[in-house]
Structure formats: structure tokens, C-alpha cells
């Protein structure tokens, strides 16, 4: 709410649609839609590849590190998205700890 009150330039939303109903997320997805036509910056976090194929023109896939970013199309690849999960593949549940300066 603090959001709308407040006329934000740029809006950071992280997974906005989980636990919520689909008439509450398709007003959502209005929402995000009338800030992006007001030129506003809003990123949004998702799992959800198709909701971000169909509602996102701009996307930016991460997995442990940045893996893509522009148009949805061009990022959301079977090359990236198979890089992406080599990348989640690869990371380690319980990393050693690392000490910085330790001797």
C-alpha cells in the first residue's frame, strides 16, 4: 500500500503472486501493467516462467548468477534455462564456511 501512497519511480516486488488467489494476481498483473505504461521501474522476482513469458517483456535469469538479460523471448532459452539448472545443480547446500583474513 505504502507504494501506491507514496508514487514510487521504481518498484521492487519479490514473488508478489504466491500464496494468492487468480482474480487477486490478475489485478496485480494490471496493476504492474499501468505502472509499466507510466514508465515506472518495477521488478518482479517469480518462479513462474510462464507467468513471465506471458506478462514480463524484460527479463533478467539468474541462477546463483546472472544467466540472461533483455527481452523475455531471448533470455528464457532452452540453452539458458538448461545453464540455469546446471548452475542450481552445482551449488552446494552446505558450502564450507569461508573466513575472511583467517591465517
Known amino acids: ?17 504466491a500464496a494468492i488467489d487468480a482474480r487477486t494476481a ?3 498483473l494490471d496493476l ?3 505502472w509499466h505504461r507510466e514508465k515506472r521501474t518495477v521488478v518482479v522476482v517469480s518462479h513462474d516462467l510462464d507467468q513471465v513469458r506471458g506478462n514480463f517483456p524484460d527479463t533478467l535469469l539468474v541462477a546463483r548468477e546472472p544467466i540472461g538479460w533483455g527481452p523475455t523471448p531471448d533470455v528464457l ?8 539448472r546446471a ?11 569461508c573466513l575472511r583474513g583467517a591465517a
Do not use: G, S
Open 32 to 34: 504492474v501493467r499501468r
Open 26 to 28: 490478475d489485478d496485480l
Open 87 to 97: 548452475a542450481l545443480e552445482r551449488w552446494k547446500q552446505d558450502p564450507e564456511l
Open 1 to 17: 500500500m505504502r507504494t501506491l501512497l507514496q508514487d514510487c519511480a521504481v518498484i521492487l516486488l519479490d514473488e508478489p503472486f
Open 77 to 84: 532459452t532452452p540453452d539458458n534455462l538448461a545453464r540455469a
